[in-house]
């Protein structure tokens, strides 16, 4: 019974394509996250939803758009893929805006590579 | 801004070796401090806490004081065993920074050997 659960696992596709990767958490949180991890293991927060409306944007390309149905999920599409776009892509959700519950949950990651 | 320091890896220990991971940070606020573990495949799992100075987090055999004055949470265990094999990240959330989302350190790569 997966917490947060992200699919899919593993996605090679090639440059220019339009990919999607998909997040669903079952945790009743109200926000979710994205993050990119480098190949350094560098984690940097791409976007966050709570209750539907996007409160971080940070500088990631406007190729990169995040979609939340609805509160349990938080879809991340990416157009037109570049090589710079190969990473593990995490999502996370978290109790209430900000960090009242004390941590986040972490689905397990996609890792995508670009060719 | 917010950012955390932590130190380089990887750390390499022998089974059963005492282990302190350093952790530094610059808040504009009045941070909470977390540890992330991250297992090989897998994804980053909280490992401990502390919310407010002279805290310490304790989870699993790791513990880390919150030191408000060194602006520091050391990552330490008395024992370590291969199981413990992992990256382990720091990081804070400053509900005063005017964002959210939590800020990670690089991470440091822990390799035990039997």
């Known amino acids: 019974d997966t917490a947060v659960s992200q699919t899919p696992k593993y996605l090679v596709t090639q440059m220019g394509n339009d990919k999607s990767i998909k997040c669903e958490q079952n945790?009743?949180?109200?926000?979710m996250y994205w993050y990119k991890q480098d190949s350094k293991k560098f984690l940097k927060i791409m976007f966050s939803?709570?209750?539907?409306?996007?409160?971080i944007n940070e500088t990631v390309p406007n190729r990169f758009s995040p979609k939340s149905p609805d509160k349990a999920h938080l879809n991340l599409h990416i157009n037109s893929l570049e090589l710079g776009d190969s990473a593990v892509y995490f999502c996370?959700?978290?109790?209430?805006?900000?960090?009242?519950?004390?941590?986040?949950?972490f689905g397990s990651g996609t890792r995508l590579t670009v060719v | 801004g917010n950012s955390v320091t932590q130190m380089e890896g990887p750390v390499t220990l022998s089974e059963e070796a005492f282990l302190t991971i350093n952790c530094t940070y610059t808040?504009?606020?009045?941070?909470?401090l977390f540890w992330y573990v991250q297992y090989p495949g897998e994804g980053l799992q909280l490992l401990l806490k502390a919310t407010k100075a002279d805290d310490k987090g304790s989870n699993k055999g790791f513990e880390a004081t919150y030191r408000k004055e060194t602006t520091s949470f050391h990552l330490e265990k008395g024992s370590v065993q291969v199981s413990d094999s992992a990256v382990y990240f720091c990081?804070?959330?400053?509900?005063?920074?005017?964002?959210?989302?939590?800020?990670f350190g690089k991470g440091t790569h822990l390799i035990i050997q039997p």
């Open positions: 945790l009743g949180h109200d926000t």
């Open positions: 808040a504009t606020g009045y941070p909470s």
């Open positions: 990081a804070l959330y400053d509900s005063g920074g005017g964002a959210d989302g939590l800020t």
């Open positions: 996370a959700s978290s109790q209430g805006y900000g960090l009242r519950s004390g941590g986040y949950t």
């Open positions: 939803y709570n209750n539907k409306e996007l409160i």
